[in-house]
């Protein structure tokens, strides 16, 4: 388990990895729907302060994590270990955060699915002349024709699977560069259309005046688990690309850089997506189906709008392969460290993520009766498990690891920022970070 000699060719390079892996379904499917469901600005509001007292300092602590191992995860973490003279048994925290990965890869791919149908429909000129009852009632019969929504999740996975089995990556992030600006500036013609709307005000009212009766504690696990979702932290995958960041880039400014960009992403769909549900009189908690719902709504009204739906999906789904190839990579990295070859490892993970897909996949067809704790359908706890469970105590054990375990000369040179920048960070994951996750993850288990 020798260093990684090869870097990012340059700070911008790390930068556009970083956010690849971070815009993604997160920001224009889960955050309206999360939203819509918790009340709104109070969601809102909650997600922000998980941005800024957890979200980025684990994003800190786990980038710099793999930039001082310069290794994959786990090699990272057991090399940090030992030279501590800690226990090598760290190394099983790389284990867990495959474990998320896993999970994560499996509904991802479903949902990014659902996009693949929606590109077809809409490139077909399916939403043009229908109404918006008619598009929400065929969002429902597609989800309940399991045959159509596997198709979907395997096309997805498997394009997914070719680029990390042939290890072509690269070229794909090259092109995704190319076009997410693209994506940016449809989400703004968009929100120029939401403010010809009738619910564009009651749409700013609901996403920025807080409701405060609304903070329920299923509202704040679902902002903590969002926050660290939609950085894409706390299930090493940006420990794996820390190991290449270039020698001489300040950590703390890229990771605000993206994290900027991020909310904004997030603050462009959720502003679209709720003129469109108050114009149409629509409930704001509608649930997973919302973004697939509201926006064929938007673009049926506006001229040529097959097209621009068509676009919006393509760049959807380059924005969300971005996303799946980082959740899959430092898996089958890990499966290919035990010496089998990258081609039969990508295989095995994708055989096996297709399988976990399946309750999320046929959760709203031949599984629609399955309800678990607190009446949760297969897909919610499919959603919720890796993401409001695992991605916290993931965040957790990388911030105590940081803090406590790597030497404090090689964190501070890791994190490239200066010892005051360090000393604050260091008093905030340890003081702020790490209780404020205990007191919420212990919340949750209380609760059950
Ligand atoms: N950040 C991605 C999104 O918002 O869609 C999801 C994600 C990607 C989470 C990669 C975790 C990860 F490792
Ligand atoms: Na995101």
Request: net charge neutral.
């Amino acid at each position: 388990m020798s260093e990684v000699v090869e870097r990012w060719g340059s700070r911008r390079a790390f930068i556009i990895a970083v956010t690849g892996a971070a815009v993604g379904l997160g920001n224009i499917w889960r955050f309206p729907w999360m939203t819509g469901e918790n009340g709104g600005a109070a969601f809102l509001l909650l997600y922000v302060v998980f941005l800024a007292l957890l979200g980025l300092p684990v994003m800190v602590a786990e980038i710099m994590i793999g930039r001082a191992g310069r290794r994959t995860p786990m090699q990272a973490l057991t090399f940090l270990a030992r030279d501590a003279g800690r226990s090598r048994h760290w190394g099983l925290l790389g284990l867990f955060c495959g474990i998320t990965l896993f999970f994560i890869l499996s509904f991802y791919s479903v949902v990014s699915g659902w996009s693949i149908e929606y590109l077809v429909e809409a490139l077909s000129g399916n939403f043009a002349s229908r109404s918006p009852e008619e598009i929400g009632g065929a969002f429902d019969a597609f989800l309940a024709s399991p045959g159509l929504v596997l198709l979907n999740h395997s096309i997805f996975l498997l394009l997914t699977m070719s680029v990390v089995a042939l290890g072509v990556g690269g070229g794909l992030e090259r092109l995704n560069n190319l076009l997410m600006p693209l994506l940016y500036l449809l989400l703004i013609l968009l929100v120029g259309y939401a403010v010809t709307t009738s619910g564009f005000t009651t749409a700013l009212a609901w996403l920025f005046k807080p409701d405060l009766s609304a903070v329920t504690l299923v509202a704040v696990f679902n902002a903590m688990g969002h926050a660290f979702f939609t950085l894409a932290v706390g299930a090493g995958a940006l420990m794996a690309y820390g190991a290449y960041m270039p020698d001489d880039q300040s950590l703390p400014r890229a990771v605000v850089t993206v994290a900027i960009l991020d909310v904004a992403v997030a603050l462009l769909a959720g502003i679209a997506i709720f003129s469109i549900v108050f114009s149409q009189g629509m409930d704001p908690a509608s649930g997973p189906g919302l973004m697939f719902v509201t926006l064929p709504i938007a673009f049926a009204d506006l001229p040529g709008g097959a097209l621009w739906l068509g676009c919006f999906f393509v760049l959807l789904l380059l924005a969300t392969w971005t996303s799946s190839i980082n959740l899959a990579e430092p898996m089958v990295a890990m499966l290919g460290s035990t010496g089998m070859a990258r081609p039969l490892a990508a295989l095995i993970i994708g055989v096996g993520v297709w399988l976990m897909g399946l309750p999320s996949a046929l959760s709203f067809s031949i599984w629609s009766d399955v309800h678990l704790f607190h009446d949760m359908t297969l897909f919610d706890l499919a959603t919720t498990l890796p993401i409001d469970i695992m991605l916290p105590i993931g965040g957790l054990l990388i911030a105590v690891f940081a803090v406590w375990v790597v030497d404090a000369p090689r964190a501070m040179a890791a994190i490239g920022a200066g010892e005051r920048f360090y000393q604050v960070w260091r008093a905030v994951v340890r003081w702020v970070s790490i209780p404020l996750l205990l007191v919420v993850l212990l919340g949750f288990f209380l609760m059950k």
